[in-house]
């Protein structure tokens, strides 16, 4: 809810740009590509909404709305930075996806490296766990990493981010 209440608010402030005209856009194309700023600037600003509005379908797709926002006008402003020639609109779309694509992938693969570490580090401390019981003490590495079947160095990394996740102090 509070995703679409930023949204909406920020379409409505984008009502205040003057939308361009096809005959403006046919002038500042051909100024965008003497290399005249002002009108890169102002193609920028009147292609805002759509690509705002691209960003529909990807609400939800567990980014914030800001950053899908931010990322969208980044791939605007890079479109029309490259633009050389053909349908500058389609460009812009296509750029604006693939950048939207590109994060909320990022992001996924973040949450899955996440996921995939405190797997690991659950697998340690239950490994851990059971070899202290069978032993009476607690287990070395070398007998962790047997357990585990995995390499001794994977095992002392496992045991530092589980130390330092346990002691906030070395976490400032």
Same mark, same amino acid.
């Not at 005209?21 to 102002?42: C, F, P, Q, V, Y």
């Not at 930075?81 to 500058?88: F, H, I, M, N, V």
């Given at each position: 809810?509070?995703?679409?209440?930023?949204?909406?608010?920020?379409?409505?402030?984008?009502?205040?740009?003057?939308?361009?005209? %096809?005959?403006?856009?046919?002038? @500042? =194309?051909?100024?965008?590509?003497?290399?005249?700023?002002?009108?890169? &600037?102002? *193609? $920028?600003?009147?292609?805002?909404?759509?690509?705002?509005?691209?960003?529909?379908?990807?609400?939800?797709?567990?980014?914030?709305?800001?950053?899908?926002?931010?990322?969208?006008?980044?791939?605007?402003?890079?479109?029309?930075? %490259?633009?050389?020639?053909?349908? @500058? =609109?389609?460009?812009?779309?296509?750029?604006?996806?693939?950048?939207? &694509?590109? *994060? $909320?992938?990022?992001?996924?693969?973040?949450?899955?490296?996440?996921?995939?570490?405190?797997?690991?580090?659950?697998?340690?401390?239950?490994?851990?766990?059971?070899?202290?019981?069978?032993?009476?003490?607690?287990?070395?590495? %070398?007998?962790?990493?047997?357990? @585990?079947?995995?390499?001794?160095?994977?095992?002392?990394?496992?045991?530092?981010?589980?130390?330092?996740?346990?002691?906030?102090?070395?976490?400032?």
């Amino acid at each position: 809810m509070k995703d679409k209440s930023i949204l909406e608010m920020y379409l409505e402030d984008m009502k205040e740009i003057k939308p361009l005209e %096809e005959s403006e856009l046919d002038t @500042l =194309k051909k100024a965008l590509l003497s290399g005249d700023n002002s009108a890169k &600037n102002r *193609i $920028i600003e009147g292609h805002m909404m759509y690509a705002t509005e691209l960003i529909q379908p990807f609400v939800g797709c567990g980014q914030e709305i800001t950053d899908l926002i931010s990322e969208s006008h980044l791939a605007l402003t890079m479109a029309v930075a %490259e633009y050389k020639s053909g349908d @500058l =609109k389609a460009q812009i779309r296509t750029a604006v996806e693939k950048r939207l &694509n590109e *994060i $909320i992938d990022e992001e996924t693969k973040v949450k899955n490296a996440s996921n995939m570490l405190a797997e690991r580090l659950n697998d340690l401390m239950e490994a851990s766990r059971i070899l202290a019981q069978e032993y009476g003490r607690e287990a070395s590495v %070398e007998e962790l990493s047997d357990r @585990l079947m995995v390499p001794k160095d994977e095992v002392e990394e496992l045991l530092k981010i589980s130390l330092n996740a346990m002691d906030p102090e070395k976490n400032i």
